[in-house]
Every structure is written in structure tokens, then in C-alpha cells.
Nanobody, 124 residues
């Protein structure tokens, strides 16, 4: 239902902008978010947004910005000052509740919509 794009290879200190688009005729989701998973590591929340509320992981505060387009079913993740530790597969998800996104313990398929990720690789 969701498709992330915009990943790639970038040098440390560089920037990337990820996009996430919902496919088909879907109602506007109340909340959307980005997750990431690096090889051998657990999935972690990167950022979430619902209305005027945003939630960022400490490790991206001041470097990443989550936003939504006017249609609400398109979202972005602007990533600046990238570090090699940011290397991961980034996935987007959407749900009726920001709290369900930020407190997710199970799989992304527990949310209302989710998609396959896009690879971000940051070289040192």
C-alpha cells in the first residue's frame, strides 16, 4: 500500500530526501511515520507525524525532518548531516494513531498501511 523511494549512496555529511506514496484510492491516514532497520539490528522508529505533532528519535533530532504533502498520503523524510550509522533500510508506515506508530513493538503489518523500504547507505 505504501512505497518508499529516494534512498541511495551518499557520503557522510550529505543529504537525502526520502518519499513515501500511498497507492490506490486510500483515505487520508491520521498519522505517518518512518522506521529503519540496519543489518543485524532491531527496527527502530525514526520519526512520526500527525497533524501538528511530530515525534523524532533522539539520534535524528536536528538532522532529519518529517513532513507530509497537502494530499496527506504522501510523506517525506529530509535527512541532513548523514552519518555512517544512519545506514539502513528505511520504511514508511501509516496509521489511524500516532501513538500506535511510536509505540509499535510488533511488525509493521500491525499498522494500517506499510510498505517495503528503500536502502540508505552512508559512506565514511
Amino acid at each position: 500500500q505504501l512505497q518508499a523511494s529516494g534512498g541511495g549512496l551518499v557520503q557522510a555529511g550529505g543529504s537525502l530526501r526520502l518519499s513515501c506514496q500511498a497507492s490506490g484510492n486510500t483515505y487520508p491516514f491520521s498519522a505517518v511515520g518512518w522506521f529503519r532497520q540496519a543489518p543485524g539490528k532491531q527496527r527502530e522508529l525514526v520519526a512520526g507525524i500527525s497533524g501538528g505533532s511530530t515525534n523524532y528519535a533522539d539520534f535524528v533530532k536536528g538532522r532529519f525532518i518529517i513532513s507530509r504533502a497537502g494530499a496527506k498520503n504522501t510523506m517525506y523524510l529530509q535527512m541532513d548531516s548523514l552519518k555512517p550509522d544512519d545506514t539502513a533500510v528505511y520504511s514508511c508506515a501509516a496509521d489511524r494513531s500516532l501513538a500506535r506508530i511510536t509505540t509499535l513493538l510488533g511488525g509493521l503489518n500491525e499498522l494500517d498501511a506499510w510498505g517495503h523500504g528503500t536502502q540508505v547507505t552512508v559512506s565514511s
